[in-house]
């Protein structure tokens, strides 16, 4: 398997949860973006941050961090976009700041299918529906992304279908995808 870059999300306005950044948010008794690094580090060869505010205490962490380029809140794509510009491998996987539950074998079935499917990105399906911001891609397909976000793209579900994205099956690990986006999210287990 090539080297990947896990690429963390983190650069929403964080509206479901009265404008409070989510990553930073405290999810039993540690900033959410922590659990989330502590499932992806294991999996990667490198991590990069992407986020727009609170950048002292995302560096804290130790990792790259990129701002988007696009105007507030473009979506995470523009995140992705900046952060496809400065990896350091070939494959990169991105992941939303707000998941402390990743499977431990994300990367490597992401990475296993884009292999399989001649280099096309891929994107994690947990049997019900798809989700578009768990997905693996070339570093170089950047370029592609970065021109369709100029012509006023937005939607992640959008660019991966345009892309020609194959859906990696991941319906053995359903509730791995749980985001945690609301207040009442973060009091469950």
Same mark, same amino acid.
């Given at each position: 398997?090539?080297?990947?870059?896990?690429?963390?999300?983190?650069?929403? +306005?964080? /509206?479901?949860? %009265?404008?409070?950044?989510?990553?930073?948010?405290?999810?039993? %008794?540690?900033?959410?973006?922590? !659990?989330? =690094?502590?499932?992806?580090?294991?999996?990667?060869?490198?991590?990069?941050?992407?986020?727009?505010?609170? =950048?002292?205490? @995302?560096?804290?962490? %130790?990792?790259?961090?990129?701002?988007?380029?696009?105007?507030?809140?473009?979506?995470?794509? /523009? %995140?992705?976009? /900046? /952060?496809?510009?400065?990896?350091?491998?070939?494959?990169?996987?991105?992941?939303?700041?707000?998941?402390?539950?990743?499977?431990?074998?994300?990367?490597?079935?992401?990475?296993?299918?884009?292999?399989?499917?001649?280099?096309?990105?891929?994107? +994690?399906?947990?049997?019900?529906?798809?989700? !578009? &911001? @768990?997905?693996?891609?070339?570093?170089?397909?950047?370029?592609? &992304?970065?021109? !369709?976000?100029?012509?006023?793209?937005?939607?992640?579900?959008?660019?991966?279908?345009? +892309?020609? +994205?194959?859906?990696?099956?991941?319906?053995?690990?359903?509730?791995?995808?749980?985001?945690?986006?609301?207040?009442?999210?973060?009091?469950?287990?």
């Amino acid at each position: 398997m090539d080297s990947v870059t896990g690429i963390v999300l983190a650069g929403g +306005a964080g /509206a479901r949860l %009265g404008g409070a950044d989510k990553g930073l948010h405290d999810f039993r %008794g540690r900033p959410l973006v922590e !659990w989330t =690094l502590d499932r992806l580090q294991p999996q990667v060869d490198a991590v990069i941050i992407s986020c727009n505010r609170n =950048l002292d205490r @995302y560096a804290s962490f %130790g990792h790259p961090l990129v701002q988007d380029r696009l105007p507030p809140h473009a979506g995470p794509l /523009a %995140g992705l976009v /900046a /952060a496809l510009s400065v990896a350091p491998t070939p494959l990169c996987v991105s992941v939303p700041c707000d998941n402390p539950h990743l499977p431990a074998n994300l990367v490597a079935r992401l990475a296993e299918a884009h292999a399989a499917h001649d280099g096309q990105p891929c994107v +994690a399906h947990d049997g019900e529906r798809e989700q !578009w &911001l @768990y997905a693996i891609m070339r570093r170089d397909q950047g370029r592609e &992304l970065d021109l !369709w976000l100029d012509q006023g793209g937005r939607a992640a579900r959008e660019w991966y279908r345009a +892309a020609g +994205a194959v859906m990696v099956d991941f319906s053995d690990a359903r509730d791995a995808f749980r985001n945690l986006n609301l207040h009442r999210d973060f009091e469950s287990p």
